[in-house]
């Protein structure tokens, strides 16, 4: 079963790489995920609209640094194991339900499902970091 989940999201796992070769990062590989880090990905990442300490793709995470992988590490393979179930159509759920909350005047970010899930992982002294969003 863990096999389908790397192909079925395998477009996203690709376009990581891609996008990570295109901004010189580094790789290493950690518990069947690829983490990819470097300044031009710290550069982006400080740039999302949740100025994100990382971010999943597929089964790669960028990370802003080293650091800010292993801290978010917990959060983001819950995230790997949604892109692993939902495949590519990850992306436009995720973004389908960020626009119905925006919508309906709730936390686009905070209120998703999909982050309610992965935040439910982490240590509650991480949840109240006030790095996650500024
Ligand atoms: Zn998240």
Redesign the pocket.
């Given at each position: 079963m863990r096999i389908l989940g790397y192909i079925w999201a395998g477009p996203n796992t690709i376009l990581a790489v891609l996008v990570g070769l295109l901004l010189l990062s580094r790789f290493r590989l950690v518990d069947g995920v690829i983490e990819i880090h470097g300044p031009a990905v710290a550069w982006a990442l400080k740039r999302t609209p949740v100025s994100a300490l990382a971010m999943t793709l597929g089964h790669a995470i960028f990370g802003q640094d080293v650091a800010a992988l292993d801290l978010t590490r917990k959060?983001?393979h819950v995230?790997v194991g949604q892109y692993a179930r939902w495949g590519v159509l990850f992306v436009p759920a995720y973004l389908g339900w960020s626009a119905w909350l925006y919508m309906k005047g709730r936390d686009a970010y905070r209120d998703n499902p999909f982050?309610i899930e992965?935040y439910a992982v982490d240590d509650p002294s991480i949840r109240q970091l006030s790095v996650w969003r500024e």
């Open positions: 959060h983001e995230h982050e992965a």
